[in-house]
């Protein structure tokens, strides 16, 4: 199996304190342009990888999908998505994205939310995903913007009085791991370029239809550090399509 934080209890019990866990989409900051990105889910067989809590498989369901399948290597992901967000056409499997195989054509819809800078592989992925798919489906998917993985460290710099300078952007392309603390504990990302991301998409027979850099919505702005989030992206949004 894949290096896997989110069965830690420790790490986990931090997760599970975020806005975004106990409030699902309306907690997450880029929920309201993602949404925009997402297509018609009436009919449609989905595949969510690294679907976390479950929340856009409920999504998905609830806006009238026929099948959804949700993927995630956490087991404590998997129990908590059944507990929150059980439907009677969601599926929840514990798997890592890298070892699924599913026949050409399966689904008419490919969903992934800030799960593939934890995949070291994105170009054999984004093949696979291509073969997945149905002519003509949707590859919506968010991540961890490359100006935020590039240095690592995903903090700020701060002066003597801990008050923040500037955000650290280095090495931004020499592609590959990068260790990161995120909620105190300290992991592993996959750092690559914009063009990567782009242009992998494209040679796998993509076509680009939406691309999309994020800023805080004005309802979070009054939340702590929230302005500082206008000073640098922190997520990318991408929406493409099988030709």
């Known amino acids: 199996m894949k290096e896997n934080h989110y069965d830690n209890e420790t790490f986990f019990q931090k997760y599970s304190q975020m806005t975004r866990s106990q409030q699902g989409l309306q ?5 309201s342009e993602l949404q925009k990105l997402l297509p018609d889910f009436r009919g449609k067989r989905v595949l969510d990888l690294g679907c976390g809590y479950g929340w856009h498989c409920k999504y998905a369901a609830d806006q009238g999908a026929a099948s959804v399948l949700g993927t995630d290597l956490s087991e404590k992901m998997l129990q908590k998505a059944g507990q929150l967000n059980p439907a009677p056409q969601i599926t929840y499997q514990r798997a ?3 070892d699924l195989c599913f026949a050409a054509g399966s ?3 490919v969903l992934s939310s800030l ?3 934890y995949v070291e592989a994105f170009g054999p992925l984004v093949e696979r995903i291509y073969r997945w798919l ?3 489906g949707d590859f919506v998917f968010s991540v961890e913007h490359p100006v935020f993985t590039a240095y690592g460290s995903q903090d700020w710099y701060y002066n003597e009085k801990g008050e923040i300078l500037h955000f650290p952007v280095d090495n931004y392309y020499y592609e590959g791991r990068r260790e990161a603390i995120f909620l105190g504990e300290k992991v592993v990302k996959y750092h690559r370029t914009l063009t990567t991301y782009l242009d ?3 040679r796998a027979g993509f ?3 939406r691309i999309v850099e994020p800023q ?3 309802n979070m702005m009054d939340l702590p550090g929230m302005k500082d989030e206008m000073r640098r992206p922190m997520m990318l949004l991408v929406s493409a399509r099988k030709k």
């Not at 907690?27 to 929920?31: F, K, P, Q, S």
């Open 27 to 31: 907690g997450a900051g880029e929920w």
């Open 134 to 136: 149905t002519p003509g």
């Open 115 to 117: 799960a593939f800078h």
């Open 216 to 218: 805080p919505p004005e």
């Open 200 to 202: 992998t998409l494209l």
């Open 107 to 109: 689904f008419d819809v």
């Open 96 to 98: 890592a994205m890298e």
């Open 207 to 209: 076509e680009l239809c």
